[in-house]
């Protein structure tokens, strides 16, 4: 056999496997995400004339989806900061313990990710619903007197996503945190640094891959997230996701909603991108 | 001094665990309730609010459907990302690390996103509020799963044993079949039933696809509280609850969860 024929044959056999795939992505991912672009930039739909960026223009102009846009952003910072800052000793017992209840932990951190998402907002509306538990207990408590509106606001959307969210975030970390070989700080134990610094200066900078992979997952899936802004806020919190939702479904402006999700796609892309060029410059120092 | 901190710690994630635990657990108290609200503690109980989701038949007609979506999209999806994985692990060839990167797209891209994108197309070809439309919307967001469960395992299966097999004379569909299959099926189980529960708890793309006719439940629940937030949504939470535990104890048992989220 020559090695030609055996190449060809190798060269059949890859596209084999990768066809199925090729197609599938073309026609479901490719294709829509094109055809997305195109009606962004179409004057009206149906019946368009020409192509245009006003849509573009009223989102980076009117006040409205300016606000919008940046609650969404803001969201998923606090989110990404708040599932960094629980997340992190959770991962370091994860990847660190000796505990015998280790394996106990992992499975109470990655289970609640196979509970349906509506089972667990309609948790949250049990715990923060005027009748809720936390309301019982403030009342019994007697630090209120009547019950507060806990949810339909920002916070408890906020509570949501990081109940949602946090276990990715400890994941991450954790097979960071996993990798680190622990002579490092047994070395900088016996080089004289006490708990605190051996943390600050050997630990942490070398789990910082760790929370940043978690941080653009979070992020990512936060911005993009649909459900749990629209049930815990109750049309008081409009994400961009909602917002979408609204000119596709409810007020049928096709073109507007293909280019609000395009700035959402575009800002997505740019996160992953920074990542990315972070990730570069953090492997080289 | 060591003992305390590790103390603190303990307390700490068993704080955390709880976090992540009480919004879950707490539909089971709260779905047996005597009064028709949402509440914690509940006043009396009763059982009436599972006879009434019992009886509620959109949920029974939705459950059918988003099993059927579930159980068609994880094997199209199986058959699709495994053979897919073949070729990302196992050959090198132009353009492989831009299909590897093309296949976790789905995963950190916004979900209203390609939600919005699949209707733009499926639109036009008359296949929203449909069952297969819904079927290939799934298998969008499924497929990545397998890619990756399958695509770990298969990197961890040693490709001598393939060719070991080859020299002692098997073909290549003998070889594949009697080795590197029963090797990988670990990998297959734990994609096909982490496509399973991606697809069955799907809601925001579904959300744009649905229709009278084909409703997932997630959405027959969502729209179910956009009318009455009474007990019932709180026990077919408990329902499910019951069954996620179920399939979790499976998995655990059989492919062991830490297993496929190491990577």
Known sequence: MSATTSRSKRTIEILALVLPGVVLLGAG????????????????????????????????????????????????????????????????????????????????????????????????????????LVNAALLALGIIDEPVRLMQSFWSVVVGMVHVLLPFMVLSIASVLGKIDGSLMEAAAVLGANPRRTFTRVVLPLSVQGIAAGSVIVFCLCIGAYITPIWLGRGHVTVMSISIYEQMVVMVEWPLGAAASMILTFATLLILLAYGFAIRRHAKR | MRRRSDTLLNIYVGLVLLFLALPIAIVIPAAFNTDPTLAFPPKGLSLKWFETAWNHQPFWDALWITIAVAVLASAISLIIGTLASFAIVRHKFPGREMLELLFMTPLVFPAIVLAVALVMVLGP?????????????????????????????????????????????????????????????????????????????????????????????????????????????????AMLVAFTAVVIVLVERFIGMQKQFRH
Do not use: C
Not at chain 1, 58 to 68: A, R
């Open chain 1, 29 to 132: 991912l490719i294709w829509p995400f094109a055809t997305m672009i195109h009606m962004s930039l179409l004057d009206k739909y149906p019946g368009e004339t020409a192509l245009t960026l006003t849509h573009y223009l009223q989102f980076v102009t009117d006040s409205y989806f300016i606000g919008i846009a940046l609650r969404t952003f803001g969201l998923a910072l606090v989110v990404t900061l708040l599932t960094a800052i629980i997340g992190y000793p959770v991962a370091w017992f994860l990847a660190r313990s000796q505990s015998r209840f280790k394996h106990l932990v992992f499975l109470g951190v990655v289970s609640p990710l196979l509970v349906s998402i509506v089972v667990r907002t309609i948790g949250w509306t049990i715990l923060l619903g005027n009748e809720g």
């Open chain 2, 125 to 237: 070809l008359g296949l929203v509020r449909t069952f297969w439309g819904l079927v290939f919307a799934h298998v969008i967001v499924t497929v990545p799963y397998v890619v990756r469960t399958v695509g770990a395992t298969l990197s961890e299966i040693d490709i001598a044993y393939e060719e070991a097999a080859r020299t002692l004379g098997a073909n290549p569909l003998k070889a594949f079949f009697l080795v590197t299959l029963p090797m990988l099926r670990p990998g297959l189980i734990a994609g096909a039933v982490f496509a399973a529960i991606i697809s069955f708890d799907e809601f925001t793309i579904s959300l744009f696809l649905v229709g009278p006719g084909v409703m997932t439940l997630p959405l027959e629940i969502y729209y179910y509280t956009e009318f009455q937030m009474d007990p019932t949504v709180a026990a077919i939470s």
